[in-house]
């Protein structure tokens, strides 16, 4: 009886967890990833925060774009990031991304983006872009 009241409890919160990861976040606009160059250009003030391990970034990145790996994100947003930012997340997986705009937004964002397509994923499109004013260091 108790092993089927621990099985249930543990069940339930594996699909309470589930779900929280699928459903939206607050205040994240999605941005296509064709329209992420022309936003970089036209928004000085926009921070873009790449949340992948340091290794993937290393390997290819978006030129002056600010590397917090997910799991360091709640700790050290505050070196580069201010919750009057508008940032906009690039992940390497949904949930990742979610994650960061959960995170974020508990620290007071508001303004938080994420590219609605692969925009890490294509070579080209990264190597072109450039993002001026984001954390130096």
């Known amino acids: 009886m108790v092993f089927r ?4 409890i543990l069940i339930a919160f594996s699909i309470v967890r589930f779900l929280r990861s699928a459903w939206p976040v607050r205040s994240l606009s ?3 990833a064709r ?7 036209q928004t ?9 391990d340091a290794v993937d970034y290393e ?12 799991g360091r994100l709640a700790y050290v947003w505050q070196h580069c990031l201010s919750p009057d930012d508008s940032v906009l997340i690039l992940a390497d997986s949904y ?10 937004y508990k620290q007071g964002f508001r303004k938080l983006y994420a590219v609605n397509g692969d925009l890490l994923g294509n070579k080209r499109t990264l190597s072109d872009i ?8």
Do not use: T
């Open 95 to 104: 949930y990742k991304r979610n994650k960061a705009a959960r995170i974020l």
């Open 5 to 8: 009241i621990l099985l249930s």
């Open 130 to 137: 450039s993002v001026k004013g984001c954390c130096e260091g």
């Open 35 to 41: 329209d992420v160059r022309e936003l970089a250009d």
């Open 44 to 52: 000085l003030d926009m921070k873009m925060l790449d949340v992948r």
């Open 30 to 32: 999605y941005v296509e």
């Open 59 to 70: 390997k290819e990145n978006i030129r002056g774009s600010i590397n917090i790996s997910i």
